[in-house]
């Protein structure tokens, strides 16, 4: 799929080993959860040594989960007709929400948009540990000596969605943040006036349907028209 | 119809219909969804600052472009919520919002122009920063609207508030996003709330930075050449600067006739000289057909005073740009990648003493 093992080896490290994709992750490839928890993030880190050390065959088993759920929603992106081609670059987005960038013929990447903040993954990157991240900051990381949000807010939100079905947390948790990404491109990949800065994934804006018409009930549909049902 | 505020037709991008309010409405609405499916008797801190940010926002928003959306039945299910249980989500809503934290945040974007970082990344952060400011206006808003006055956050939002006032040309890198939001904003908002339309003045100020902006730089607005006519206007620039080369050349044409000639499309009509002529001191000629797009050489043809082939040249050092041939046969022959290596004007020299001939553009 990428050019080279590093760039391969790169991308498992930034999108399935860095939090809060990973989490994404394991919803659109369950067997992730076989291999390791995506939310503990020392676990995270301690598979990345093992993928140093043994010079990259430890990932093996998550490049092909990765490989396989990313080759799965190309086809259902080639079915529903979710794909842009402009020059070199096709730009494409699956039933699962991953996102994906091609050119000349190589994958550049194949990611789940809106999971997190790229700089705050970045910094959390370039941090001391490098371990995982905050999941809210700025203005919304707690008003001072108010307890904030914290704990509790997970804990709130893991017990909502215990509720749901893998179908539901497939479509709330993943695709419908990816949708919203590549429809905020459109503003996002612009200068103040109006021109392009980059002219890859708001590509995709035409193709994708209104909310309205992307609904739950309308989502299952076309998973089952890709035979995903 | 009064005019819209927050609509600014002279803005580039609303001329050209790029900004689109229904993006940032779906994003607001599926948000809103997923807020409401997840009502629980015990509602979390965000959640609850979630859902009032997104009341206060609809409130804000034209009702045709509502019910464009499709977003008639979370307004009506917001509203019914909030009015249940507004106290009990503003209380929890009040422990999110931090203001020193956005200001610093703030000045991370300050830092991004100055570190000439991805400009698609510093749009992001600088649409972010607007929304969280927004989000936390609305809940102090909200918050009001339920009896509960936060006089000590209301001061911490004001600053925030100040800051990006002082700093609105930071946030014109979110200027599409800020004009689609601006779309989506009812007209009459002053009028109807007044303090409603408080939270929405970041945005008139920032479309107020753009004008300004546009308004500065002026050129950078207008709409750009097609690729053609740019470079139909550089063709002619050279074909212009070529003549102009001839005519103050004394002792040599300049050597950009090479790259001229060469970049003249075939068909076209050749402004351009396709032979350059010498004269030689004793009234000989030498002429060179300048080289098509494929040829690799150069040939000097020499003639005498009475037109004849100049055959009594033959066995001579000839030097063109200083690239040194033989003369043969009334001939001699330069490898044109040397002569344009040389980067020396087309001067012509013949002989042992090395004998300049003139330009004779004539």
């Known amino acids: ?229 | 119809m009064d005019r819209n505020p927050y609509i600014r037709p002279g803005l580039t991008a609303t001329r050209q219909g790029i900004p689109d309010p229904a993006v940032e409405m779906e994003c607001w609405l599926d948000r809103l969804e997923e807020v409401l499916a997840s009502a629980s008797p015990e509602p979390g801190a965000l959640d609850s600052y979630d859902l009032l940010a997104l009341w206060g926002r609809l409130q804000r928003v034209r009702p045709d472009l509502l019910a464009q959306a499709g977003g008639e039945r979370e307004t009506v299910a917001v509203a019914e919520t909030v009015a249940r249980q507004g106290k009990d989500l503003a209380r929890l809503a009040l422990t999110v919002p931090n203001p020193a934290a956005w200001l610093e945040e703030a000045r991370t974007l300050e830092r991004a122009y100055e570190e000439a970082s991805d400009p698609v990344a510093r749009s992001t952060l600088a649409e972010r920063l607007l929304a969280d400011l927004d989000d936390a206006d609305l809940v102090e808003y909200a918050a009001r609207r339920q009896g509960m006055t936060d006089r000590a956050l209301q001061e911490e939002l004001r600053a925030c508030g100040d800051w990006l006032e002082e700093n609105a040309a930071l946030f014109l890198c979110a200027g599409v996003h800020v004009q689609a939001v601006g779309m989506t904003l009812r007209h009459d908002l002053a009028e109807r709330d007044y303090d409603l339309a408080q939270t929405a003045l970041k945005y008139e100020v920032i479309l107020d930075a753009a004008e300004a902006a546009e308004a500065t730089l002026a050129l950078e607005g207008l709409p750009l050449l097609a690729h053609e006519a740019v470079a139909a206007a550089l063709h002619r620039f050279d074909e212009e600067r070529a003549r102009a080369a001839i005519v103050v050349a004394t002792i040599a044409y300049a050597r950009s006739l090479l790259r001229s000639r060469r970049a003249g499309r075939a068909g076209e009509p050749a402004s351009v000289p396709t032979i350059l002529k010498w004269a030689a001191p004793d009234g000989g000629t030498a002429f060179l057909k300048l080289p098509a797009e494929g040829e690799t050489t150069l040939t000097v043809h020499f003639f005498t005073a009475d037109r004849d082939v100049a055959t009594g040249l033959d066995a001579q050092r000839a030097w063109l740009a200083g690239v040194p041939s033989e003369v043969r046969a009334a001939k001699a022959t330069f490898p044109l990648a040397a002569v344009e290596e040389a980067e020396q004007d087309l001067r012509l020299e013949v002989g042992p003493e090395r004998t300049i001939w003139q330009p004779d553009p004539a």
């Open chain 1, 1 to 229: 799929m990428f050019a080279d093992w590093p760039s391969a080896r790169e991308h498992l490290r930034d999108h399935l080993l860095t939090a809060p994709e990973s989490e994404a992750w394991a919803v659109v490839a369950p067997g992730y959860l076989l291999l390791l928890d995506p939310a503990d993030g020392d676990a995270r880190w301690r598979y990345w040594e093992q993928v140093e050390t043994s010079g990259g065959a430890a990932a093996q088993p998550l490049y092909d989960l990765y490989r396989e759920a990313a080759s799965a929603d190309a086809l259902d992106a080639r079915l529903v007709r979710w794909v842009r081609v402009q020059g070199r670059v096709t730009v494409a987005v699956g039933t699962s929400g991953i996102l994906m960038l091609v050119e000349d013929g190589i994958v550049r990447t194949a990611f789940l948009p809106g999971q997190g903040d790229p700089e705050a993954t970045r910094q959390a990157r370039a941090s001391e540990d490098g371990r995982g991240l905050v999941r809210e900051r700025g203005m919304r990381s707690g008003r001072p000596g108010t307890g904030g949000a914290g704990n509790r807010e997970e804990a709130i939100r893991q017990r909502r969605e215990a509720g749901w079905t893998p179908e539901q947390r497939l479509y709330y948790r993943v695709f419908r943040p990816c949708v919203q990404f590549v429809k905020r491109c459109h503003h996002r990949h612009r200068d103040l006036y109006g021109r392009l800065l980059r002219q890859d994934y708001a590509l995709l804006k035409e193709c994708l349907p209104a909310r309205s018409r992307l609904k739950l009930d309308d989502w299952l549909d076309l998973r089952r028209r890709c035979g995903r049902g």
